[in-house]
C-alpha cells in the first residue's frame, strides 16, 4: 500500500505571496493532519480534517488554512507569507479521527522557503 | 495542550550497544503514546505505540516502556545499528482537539 505523498516537496516564494500544499493519504485512510516543523518550534498540529470537516485546529493564524476533498486529499494554504512561515509542512493520515488515538503515519513534508 | 518533553537533545552511543531514550510527558489525561524516528530530509517514520492499560510493549529490537505513576516514557533500542542514527520523537494523544503532541526530540548518533 503506498504511504503518505506530498507535493511539492520543496517551494520557494517571498514574503506576501500564498502558497497552497497538497498532501495524498494513504487509501483508505480519512483523518489527514497538518504539522509544522521548525527547529525552533518543532513540530506544532496546525488542523485536522475528517470526512471533509475540519475537526480541530491549532493555535496558529486564520492566514492557515485547509481543505479536504471527498477522496480524502487534503490542500493547506498560507497567504500573506511572512519570513516565519518557513518550515516543513508535513501531513499525517490515519484510518479514524484523531480523537480514536489511532497511529499516525507521516509523508515526507514539504520544505517551504520564505524570502 | 500540555507539553511532551524529552530529556535529552543529543545521545551518542557505540554500534552495537543498547540505547535508551527517555521522555517525560506531563498530561496525565494522556493514554496513548507514540515514538517516531525522523531522518534527515524525511517524514516521521512510526517505530511503536503504547496505551495506557500496558506499562510495556515490544518490537522488532525496539521496547517502549510507560511508567504512569512518574509520567514516564522511554524507547529501547538494542543492539544499535548506524541506521538508527536520527532524531527520535515521543508523541502523545490524548483524544483532545490538539492533535499530536510532540516533545522536542532527541538526535541519537552511532559511533563506530
Known amino acids: 500500500k503506498a504511504g503518505v505523498t506530498q507535493t511539492p516537496r520543496y517551494l520557494i516564494k517571498t514574503r506576501g505571496q500564498q502558497v497552497t500544499l497538497s498532501c495524498s493519504p494513504i487509501?483508505?485512510?480519512?483523518?489527514v493532519s497538518w504539522y509544522q516543523q521548525t527547529p525552533g518550534q518543532g513540530l506544532q498540529f496546525l488542523f485536522e480534517?475528517?470526512?471533509?470537516?475540519?475537526?480541530n485546529k491549532g493555535n496558529f493564524p486564520g492566514r492557515f488554512s485547509g481543505r479536504q476533498f471527498s477522496n480524502s486529499r487534503s490542500e493547506m494554504n498560507v497567504s500573506t507569507l511572512e519570513l516565519g512561515d518557513s518550515a516543513l509542512y508535513l501531513c499525517?493520515?490515519?484510518?479514524?479521527?484523531?480523537?480514536?488515538?489511532?497511529?499516525?503515519?507521516f509523508g515526507p513534508g514539504t520544505r517551504l522557503l520564505v524570502l | 495542550g500540555e507539553s511532551v518533553g524529552l530529556h535529552l537533545p543529543t545521545l551518542s552511543v557505540q554500534e552495537g550497544d543498547n540505547s535508551i531514550i527517555n521522555c517525560a510527558y506531563s498530561?496525565?489525561?494522556?493514554?496513548?503514546f507514540i515514538w517516531y524516528k525522523q531522518e534527515s530530509g524525511k517524514g516521521p517514520q512510526f517505530i511503536i505505540d503504547?496505551?495506557?492499560?500496558?506499562d510495556k510493549r515490544q518490537g522488532q529490537r525496539v521496547t517502549v516502556l510507560l511508567n504512569k505513576t512518574v509520567k514516564h516514557l522511554s524507547l529501547q533500542i538494542a543492539a544499535t545499528q548506524p541506521g538508527d542514527s536520527a532524531v527520535y520523537f515521543c508523541?502523545?494523544?490524548?483524544?483532545?482537539?490538539?492533535?499530536?503532541?510532540f516533545g522536542k526530540g532527541t538526535h541519537l548518533i552511532i559511533q563506530p
Open positions: 508523541a502523545e494523544n490524548g483524544g483532545g482537539a490538539d492533535g499530536l503532541t
Open positions: 480534517y475528517f470526512s471533509e470537516t475540519q475537526r
Open positions: 487509501s483508505g485512510h480519512r483523518s
Open positions: 498530561n496525565s489525561a494522556s493514554d496513548y
Open positions: 499525517a493520515s490515519s484510518p479514524v479521527a484523531a480523537s480514536y488515538q489511532e497511529t499516525q503515519y
Open positions: 503504547i496505551r495506557s492499560n500496558m
